[in-house]
């Protein structure tokens, strides 16, 4: 399997409908409940099946994969992300101390919106925007 191995389980799931395509090894080893089941949330018509799933967690990833072939409809859907919310003060933070989003985090919690306004003028070098 490649790097796009949940890929190819969403596309089962959704699409396909081909169960005998993975082995018990390939579903035992590859197969992400938590990658899988954000990947059929991402749907607002799958949103509470991926919710069942998650309360029940604990099942085996073969059976989760059963489940979801069994009530998913037959349908031609694209991997979809949310794209995170950029935040233009983080982005301040870390420009003006040279630090990564990890270590910033906890600076916002410390700076005061006045202070991030100054630090951005600071960073500011002119020209058009």
Excluded: C
């Excluded at 089941?37 to 085996?60: E, F, K, Q, T, W």
């Excluded at 935040?87 to 919690?109: F, G, H, R, S, W």
């Amino acid at each position: 399997m490649t790097t796009t191995t949940s890929s190819y389980f969403f596309n089962a799931v959704s699409y396909t409908k081909d169960r005998e395509q993975f082995t018990e090894g390939e579903i035992n080893k590859d197969y992400k409940p938590y990658v899988i089941n954000r990947m059929v949330a991402g749907y607002s018509d799958l949103v509470l099946l991926a919710d069942a799933m998650n309360n029940s967690h604990n099942i085996p990833k073969d059976h989760q994969l059963d489940f979801y072939m069994s009530v998913i409809p037959k349908k031609k859907r694209r991997v979809v992300w949310a794209a995170k919310k950029k935040n233009d003060d983080l982005e301040t933070v870390m420009d003006y101390y040279n630090i990564t989003q990890e270590k910033a985090d906890p600076y916002l919690a410390i700076l005061s919106h006045k202070q991030i306004i100054v630090l951005r003028d600071i960073l500011n070098k002119g020209g058009r925007t």
